[in-house]
């Protein structure tokens, strides 16, 4: 092999090593740095201290919004799993042309690729106190005063968060499924094994891999979210990112900052955890 | 399921796919119908008569702020950030066809770029720029931050376009005496359009919508969703759906756009095929 052979792969690789190390690696090496600052109202002091730690890891508040973040995480795992799987499923196997699979897979990507805070706002004619469903509810005698928990709530906030992260669970999900043998299937089929026993046997295991990287996508991103609580709880509920985002804007960076090396502890336990259980590294 | 006759199941399942892209949906269509708003109408149903006026009222300033200015560096970043993940994912994915030192944790790094959550990304590197001295900027430290979760995705579509690639084409094109380029620009580069051109299409899409991670990076001018997310504190008439529909609209046509491209480029190949 010649010299610029063995050297193509590194120039090759150079510019994402680049950037992922600028803009990912020295920021969160940043954060550790920072958490361990002093600060005052006005500015950020280069210092090592603990208390920022201590302020987190001692306090009441801090416990009670990772127990509500936790929380949102598994609610909206458990339904995103449920609604994803099924479409996923539904799309593997029901539908018959590659291309009719490839439209209706088009038509659900399409939402996840307009704005997310668009996405929310759009709740609001739906689920507010004159909207669409509450009018529909009085109208059609179900309750007699317009419901107030439907928008601005926690219930509000797990809603827009399926709404917005259901497809990190098709995506994955149907890719597992389109790789699966037909014929295992079928020979499930001939020995005798009934519909529910084929999806508990042979589809639910092979489709592991694909739940996993849902699963990740799912709660990683519920886990790191703020706007979707901020904007659908009408500040009424709390969330890690969210406590993460006012200490910001109060310039508490290195608050903010021990925050976040706890919050990243805690996503990479729970990522640890799930490739645990499911090995993904043949999906890769 | 693979049988002949469709069973209840399929029944079943299709009404729910149904109820799930009526979900996805329906409330964009809402807002969609509702930036028609009479002039006197307010931010739900009924509606007060029909007119163009929000959408009239989103191109002057005081209404809604610098709508204009947040959508043109927002289209510009976008722009950018779609032709950085295009190239960088494309020599990334490149690079990773062979082994070299330190590919598992350049790999460990992009997935962790994904996992990552994107409020400590902005955090990240707005520290780090304060730290060092730096303003950010939207061209700079957000572009960086956007590029933190298009270039996984990035590569990710790229694995998936190498794994299924076969080197037959490549061995084919240096025995007839191709070279190195030769054999990328002509062989390689035309199999692999349609996917680079989805690269592409995510690119820019996720930049354009991106908001956590440009909430610490964006410096003193907004983007869009910025903008958008400012709107929603202080105005509470129907201009706000007025720009949702602009905003989507434009992402469907930016869609549209990619996936007309790439339907035209199997078109063309197709032919040259037959001939």
Known sequence: MTLTARLAPYLQAAPLALILGVFLLVPLLTILMVSFWDYDSIRIYPDFVTFNYEETLFSWVTWKTYLNTLKFAVIVWAITLFVGFWVAYFLAFHIRTTAMQLVLFLVCTVPFLTSNIIRMISWIPFLGRNGLLNSALVEAGIVAEPLEFLLFSEFAVVLAMVHLYTLFMVTPIFNTLMR?????????????????????????????PGIAIGSIFVVTLVMGDFITVRFMSGGQSASIGLMMANQMSLLQYPAAAANAVVLLAVVLIIVAGILRIVDIRKEL | MLSEHRGPGFYILAAFFCLFVLFLYGPLSTIVILSFQGPDGGLTFPMNGTSLRWFANLFEQQAVGDFGGAFTRSLTLGVMVMLTTVVVSL??????????????????????????????????????????????????????????????????????????????????????????????????????????????????SLSYDEFARTLMTSGSFNTLPLEIYGMTTNVTTPVLYALGTVTTGFSFLVILIALGAIVLVNRRRARAGAV
């Open chain 1, 180 to 208: 699966i043998d037909r014929a295992l299937i079928e020979a499930a089929r001939d020995a005798g094994a009934s519909g529910f026993q084929i999806l508990t046997n042979v589809i639910l295991p092979l489709a592991k």
């Open chain 2, 91 to 204: 020599l990334g994915g490149l690079a990773f066809r062979r082994r070299f030192a330190g590919s598992g944790a350049l790999f460990y790094l992009a997935v962790a770029s994904l996992v990552v959550p994107s409020i400590l990304v902005s955090l990240g590197i707005g520290l780090l720029f304060q730290v060092t001295g730096f303003r950010p900027q939207w061209y700079t430290s957000a572009f960086g931050a956007h590029l933190t979760w298009t270039l996984p995705f990035g590569l990710l579509i790229m694995f998936a376009v190498f794994n299924r690639f076969s080197p037959a084409y490549e061995e084919a094109a240096r025995d007839l005496g191709a070279s190195a380029w030769q054999t990328f620009a002509h062989v390689v580069l035309p199999m692999i359009t349609p996917p680079l051109v989805g690269v592409g299409l995510f690119g820019f």
